[in-house]
């Protein structure tokens, strides 16, 4: 992306390349891939960037630009959401994660109750842990103090260990949702590669 800049301050984001008319002379798209930076920048085209805004936790404002000697780097405004209203989005998230790890073994828990075969052990302990983790994890969130811990459950640094091909071990660094992400065993889906995941 490029912004047209006339007596320092931008006339225009273009986002492609489009034919343009400068002072009066016509310009083709194609000087957009042809012509170099500093080409472009004696008809006062510069390089376009843009700061997002992480709309999990910010309400995006008004888009305001700076231009510099080379490049031009737009920013909006943002404001923080309400911390309340984002610990109850991530309490639902929470409940319905939880749901979802056990409805596929809620028709053990039907057919037990209506007299038939009772619940295999390891799946009743498997139900357990993740009734207690989701109720854990509430508690935890309802805890969070400020923006900066909300985001930081929501990313939490952990280290990933598994086989590869040669059953090795390697590990990677990734970055979990604990809103999201259950650490109960499920015994009905074996992952025969995976070795652990601990936190950073």
Same mark, same amino acid.
């Given at each position: ?11 225009? +984001?273009?986002p ?13 798209k ?5 012509w ?16 997002? +805004? ?19 780097i737009?920013? =909006? ?18 409940k ?22 009772a ?6 302990? =498997?139900?357990?842990?993740v009734?207690?983790?989701s ?11 400020n923006?900066d ?18 059953g ?10 604990l809103?999201q992400h =259950?650490?109960?065993?499920d ?7 995976f ?6």
């Amino acid at each position: 992306m490029f912004a047209q800049i006339k007596d320092g301050s931008v006339v225009q +984001v273009i986002p492609r390349p489009v034919p343009l008319t400068i002072n009066e002379i016509q310009y083709p798209k194609n000087i957009f891939q042809l012509w170099s930076n500093e080409e472009l920048k004696a008809i006062d085209l510069l390089p376009y960037s843009e700061n997002t +805004v992480d709309n999990r936790f910010y309400i995006r404002g008004n888009l305001s630009y700076e231009v510099k000697a080379d490049e031009v780097i737009g920013t =909006y405004a943002q404001t923080a959401k309400d911390n309340d209203d984002l610990k109850n989005r991530m309490i639902e998230q929470v409940k319905r994660q939880a749901s979802r790890h056990l409805e596929s073994t809620d028709w053990m828990a039907i057919r037990a109750s209506e007299g038939g075969s009772a619940i295999p052990d390891a799946v009743k302990t =498997y139900r357990t842990a993740v009734r207690k983790e989701s109720n854990d994890k509430e508690t935890e969130i309802k805890a969070l103090s400020n923006l900066d811990a909300i985001k930081l459950y929501q990313a939490t640094p952990h280290i990933l260990t598994r086989k590869n091909e040669a059953g090795e071990n390697y590990t990677t660094e990734t970055n979990l949702n604990l809103a999201q992400h =259950y650490f109960a065993d499920d015994p009905l889906n074996n992952d025969p590669d995976f070795v652990s995941l601990v936190k950073k």
